[in-house]
């Protein structure tokens, strides 16, 4: 598929979880948990302080049907009104994809992630052979969530934090489908 013809999301169901397309409803709650330092320094692309306009800017990419990237929200309601964070899969070349998430920090350690990236992989709503993830050596809980969804770890490397301002290391992570 071209990144430049228009794109569908599905929704993803799990036990707890529906992985839903993001919506601009969703405004109030991404500007609540992306304020959050947390959440914002665990991240690569969450500027902290979040300045305004940025939540609205980053829906408006997401809902783009040229968008290069899906976004869905991690919502365990049954009516789409709730956040326990976002799941992300960024289309590369080659039948390969990039996924990403964070959760709120009230959500920790109750397996959301978990569960949101193993729908994610199983679902493969990309069609990719490949998953790569990567996350911030300092954040050793995410780097379970991409083992317990079956990732392989692959090496170290770098990436930019906005919110840190900072080159942070990384552990890089793939997940082959084919």
């Known amino acids: 598929m071209s990144v430049t013809e228009p794109i569908s999301q599905a929704v993803i169901e799990t036990e707890r979880l529906v992985l839903r397309p993001i919506t601009r409803a969703d405004a109030g709650q991404l ?3 992306g304020s959050d330092k947390r959440v914002a320094e665990a991240t690569a692309t969450i500027p902290h302080p979040l300045p305004d306009g940025v939540v609205e800017a980053f829906i408006e990419r ?4 040229e968008r290069s990237s899906d ?3 991690i919502d365990p309601s049954d009516d789409g009104s709730q956040m326990l964070g976002a799941i992300a899969m960024e289309r590369m070349d080659r039948d390969q994809s990039e996924i990403s998430y964070w959760v709120v920090p009230a959500a920790w350690n109750n ?4 569960e949101a990236v193993t729908a994610m992989v199983e679902a493969n709503p990309q069609a990719c052979r490949t ?3 990567s996350v911030f050596q ?4 995410s780097a379970r969530v991409l083992t317990n969804a079956g990732f392989e770890y692959i090496g170290d490397a770098e ?3 906005v ?10 992570y793939i997940k082959r489908l084919d």
């Open 159 to 161: 990436s930019y934090s």
């Open 71 to 73: 976004i869905w929200v």
């Open 131 to 133: 998953i790569f993830g």
């Open 31 to 33: 500007k609540l948990y």
């Open 163 to 172: 919110a840190r301002d900072a080159t942070v290391p990384t552990w890089t």
């Open 111 to 114: 397996g959301f992630a978990s």
């Open 62 to 65: 997401a809902l783009n049907p």
């Open 138 to 141: 300092d954040n050793p809980a």
